[in-house]
């Protein structure tokens, strides 16, 4: 039960470093450099009162009110204490109004850098993101942006987010109507998986698609039928290479517009701290440079891809020398990510089973497939292990998940186990032997649980099938092995959306409103902790973020009303009224 703290024992006092430095932890998660103290009765450059703080710390307690210096938190307690011990002439009083005040969210997985390019692309989402829900309209929504800026400049026609399980065709465009577009530029859609994506004729010759084009390791060219013709639909592999060479087409004085679109769509939602969570190399010389302008109000961290890399071994040497849990200028590079298999909701996820439903063209017993082999997986996860260095792998079927857990429980077995926080990202399919494998070798399964809503009716009645899409983000399965997990959105596959992980996590609704696995739903303050306390100990941060307590940095959302009071679906309609990094709000509802 939450407990309020109201008497005088019950504030707690700051002890601040007189020139604001961060406290920082290392991979073992002990603090390497801490404040001196400062008086008991320093006065506060703001105190946020007249609401409920939900502190998300030890003992869950819900305080009245919180004060802040030097972008720190200086103290959490009772109103009365604070304005008597720590309001002076120069202290702003912040009026909440009766709203909720909780820790800054933090991003367990995203791709920071393609949120702004797909906010400056064609929106093809499906309703309630989107309009786009046929063919039709997908290629009014295309046609529309070719005279677009990012049109002009890229020399592409770019749009993000189709679905087909959410078109009334239930398919995939084929270049043959995206050549109705244009037949003299690129017309390149993108699913919103971010696995799956379909070119023009015009964009299948930029790549060198063509019928006697074979099919790359981890990646499928679809034709037609009865033909090797490639259709214009790309899968995994095969899909990244367009995404790189539009990639490629981004210059330098194109990025400070992407940061910009991306960091609006973060706050908006509440982040405090954002992810580039699958960096190419260009990514990554982009988001230092803007980082070393200034141009970043909220924490990015970085994890570079070194398999999608030109040079694998240079963008690791780049990792190793660059990786640290110090923040410069608001971006550290975190750790790497790789990719194990691909996109449930796509049919290009590796399952032990097959799929409900195969995809077109393939047979009963298709499973999915794997995109990198045991060998290479094991070099990786040797190399970052022996650095140090903290790995996110992407894992949505069960047969990839076995693939990850083999690779760690190798390593583990041969150097011993250590506090090294493998991320086993999307973990969507895990098995119960799986989280008990997880919990032994220390891995942190972050959950997307939107897919419930998204995708939950397609998992079940075309995916998976009933049995298996109940289980889908088992996350309650977790929580009753006294594990901790995080969600996500995978932005931009899900726009960023505080409030969706949260429904989503405690309601487990799919859009024609069926619970999709009732026995895995957990409770708000559940919900909660998977984006502010278990995110922050996720990134190794738990020294600093995450908790609303004395001494770590005053990262804030004030949120219209308190999530842990209201109905379970009133959470979707949950507004974001500020967004504070470190004392400094850097989104006011108010002012758009």
Request: proline share 5%; charged share 20%; with cysteine.
């Amino acid at each position: 039960m939450n407990k309020v703290l109201t008497g005088g024992l019950s504030v707690l006092i700051l002890s601040l470093i007189s020139a604001c430095t961060t406290s920082t932890a290392g991979n073992d998660g002990a603090a390497t450099a801490g404040p001196s103290p400062i008086s008991i009765a320093a006065h506060a450059d703001s105190i946020y009162h007249g609401g409920s703080v939900i502190t998300v710390d030890d003992q869950e307690s819900i305080a009245e009110a919180i004060a802040v210096k030097n972008g720190k938190i200086l103290a959490v307690g009772s109103e009365q204490e604070l304005l008597a011990r720590h309001q002076g002439q120069s202290t702003r009083m912040i009026s909440l109004d009766g709203a909720t005040l909780l820790p800054g969210f933090i991003d367990a997985h995203g791709h920071f850098m393609q949120v702004g390019l797909a906010a400056q692309s064609a929106n093809l989402l499906p309703p309630p993101d989107g309009v786009v829900n046929s063919i039709e309209s997908l290629k009014k929504a295309l046609s529309d942006h070719a005279g677009s800026t990012q049109a002009k400049q890229l020399g592409w026609i770019v749009g993000n987010g189709y679905d087909d399980a959410q078109l009334a065709e239930q398919r995939h465009p084929t270049a043959a109507e995206l050549d109705e577009i244009s037949t003299d530029m690129p017309v390149f859609a993108m699913h919103q998986s971010g696995h799956l994506g379909a070119l023009n004729s015009v964009g299948l010759k930029a790549m060198g698609y063509d019928e006697n084009s074979k099919d790359m390791a981890g990646g499928k060219i679809r034709r037609k039928p009865g033909s090797n013709e490639p259709n214009g639909v790309l899968e995994e592999f095969a899909y990244f290479g367009a995404a790189m060479a539009l990639i490629s087409k981004i210059t330098p004085d194109m990025i400070p517009s992407q940061v910009a679109s991306a960091q609006k769509a973060y706050v908006e939602a509440g982040f405090t701290t954002a992810q580039e969570g699958r960096a190419q190399e260009s990514d990554l010389t982009a988001m230092m440079a803007m980082a070393d302008a200034g141009a970043l109000d909220i924490d990015v961290t970085i994890y570079p891809d070194p398999t999608l890399a030109t040079d694998p071994d240079a963008l690791w040497a780049k990792v190793k020398a660059q990786a640290s849990n110090d923040y410069s200028n608001r971006v550290r590079v975190a750790g790497i990510k790789l990719s194990l298999d691909g996109s449930p909701q796509g049919k290009t996820a590796w399952f032990k089973q097959p799929y409900f439903i195969p995809p077109e063209g393939a047979d009963k017993d298709y499973a999915g497939y794997p995109q990198l082999k045991d060998e290479l997986l094991q070099k990786w996860i040797d190399l970052a292990f022996d650095n140090d260095v903290q790995v996110l792998t992407h894992v949505n079927g069960d047969a990839a998940i076995d693939q990850l857990l083999n690779a760690v429980d190798v390593y583990t077995k041969q150097s011993g186990p250590a506090d090294r926080r493998p991320v086993a990202i999307h973990a969507q399919t895990t098995r119960e032997d799986q989280l008990d494998r997880m919990k032994d070798l220390g891995i942190i399964p972050s959950f997307m649980t939107v897919h419930t809503f998204y995708w939950g009716d397609w998992h079940r009645d075309s995916v998976l099938g009933p049995e298996r899409a109940a289980r889908i983000s088992p996350q309650k399965s977790a929580l009753d092995r006294g594990m901790m997990f995080t969600s996500h959105n995978d932005a931009p596959v899900t726009l960023p959306n505080s409030q969706m992980i949260l429904y989503s996590q405690v309601n487990r609704l799919t859009r024609s409103e069926q619970i999709l696995g009732p026995d895995q739903r957990v409770g708000a303050m559940d919900a909660i902790r998977a984006i502010t306390r278990n995110a922050a100990f996720q990134l190794f941060e738990e020294d600093r973020k995450g908790t609303l307590e004395v001494g770590k940095l005053a990262d804030f959302v004030i949120l219209d009303r308190n999530p842990l009071t209201i109905a379970p679906t009133e959470l979707l309609n949950l507004k974001v009224l500020q967004t504070i990094k470190e004392g400094k709000a850097v989104y006011r509802a108010d002012e758009e």
